[in-house]
């Protein structure tokens, strides 16, 4: 039972991890909350299952899905971000409430198209469950183990490894120094909007595909649950973001299987935050003066 309950953790997790990844990455570059994040969640989910029903090659509906939605996010970032946050004087709050708006929009907008309905992705296997040891494996949870790593491996070496990467964490650390030194912010950014939606988009085929059912509703959750993940990571933080995601993912399994706390499963993310910013305001990984 607790083998079971902990491998349903870690897929819970890492889904978790990947999605608030890409609000992370952009709320490290550009300093905004980018709750539209969750509609690059829903419009890579139902993006995916159309892709995956029009040519029963999962792969390609992953990449498929992950490259228009970044595009996406990046036509997003050049024009309706960036050119609010080029204006001078201009309220913090307001790209927050764009991006809320632009959320909101989109499950709208796949309601519309898509239908108010549910639709089943019906993922086919070879074997319906892998046996090791005293542990059933589902085929949905090792797809999901091996996309999360493949996808925080590309990432690592895309930021640690490449030009691009040097640029981005520049431009994160200090954007006018690094633009005075000759780096193309402008680039950083579009990678922040490629990645992030793109991570978003696979996570929510992830969870099609995990649960066999997405629906309009579908960013609903993750939209505030992102929002806690990141804040205990500590803003900005890929790192934190990713112990955050699993931290949330096991508690909540856990929580719900062990206890009989008359906790929603889905605020226990909130409660784990409340408690660990009462401890450590900075959260996770954070650190005191961006706070």
């Not at 764009?98 to 898509?114: H, Y």
Request: net charge positive; hydrophobic share 55%; charged share 10%.
């Amino acid at each position: 039972m607790f083998e079971q309950q902990f491998m349903n953790a870690l897929a819970i997790g890492s889904v978790y991890a990947l999605t608030a990844m890409g609000a992370t990455l952009i709320y490290g570059i550009m300093g905004i909350l980018d709750i539209a994040n969750a509609g690059a969640y829903l419009v890579g989910a139902y993006l995916g299952w159309y892709i995956y029903h029009a040519t029963g090659n999962i792969a390609l509906a992953f990449i498929g899905s992950a490259i228009a939605v970044g595009a996406l996010g990046v036509l997003l970032q050049k024009t309706i971000y960036s050119p609010i946050l080029a204006k001078q004087n201009t309220l913090s709050i307001i790209p927050l409430v764009a991006a809320v708006g632009l959320f909101t929009m989109s499950s709208d907008v796949i309601r519309l198209i898509c239908g108010p309905y549910s639709k089943s992705y019906n993922f086919k296997t070879s074997a319906d469950s892998i046996q090791i040891g005293p542990i059933v494996l589902i085929p949905a949870w090792i797809l999901i183990f091996a996309l999360t790593a493949l996808c925080l491996l590309v990432l690592w070496f895309l930021l640690n490894r490449t030009k691009l990467g040097l640029a981005w964490r520049s431009t994160a650390n200090d954007s006018e120094i690094a633009k005075v030194c000759g780096v193309d912010t402008n680039k950083s950014m579009a990678l922040s909007y490629i990645l992030g939606y793109g991570f978003a988009a696979i996570a929510g085929i992830m969870v099609g595909i995990l649960y066999n059912s997405i629906t309009p509703a579908l960013g609903e959750v993750p939209s505030y649950k992102m929002l806690a993940i990141i804040v205990l990571g500590g803003l900005g933080n890929p790192v934190g973001t990713v112990i955050a995601g699993l931290l949330i993912g096991f508690v909540e399994v856990f929580v719900s299987a062990y206890t009989n706390l008359p906790i929603p499963k889905d605020a226990i993310a909130f409660v784990v935050l409340i408690i660990m910013l009462l401890i450590k305001p900075e959260g996770l990984m954070g650190q005191k003066n961006k706070m």
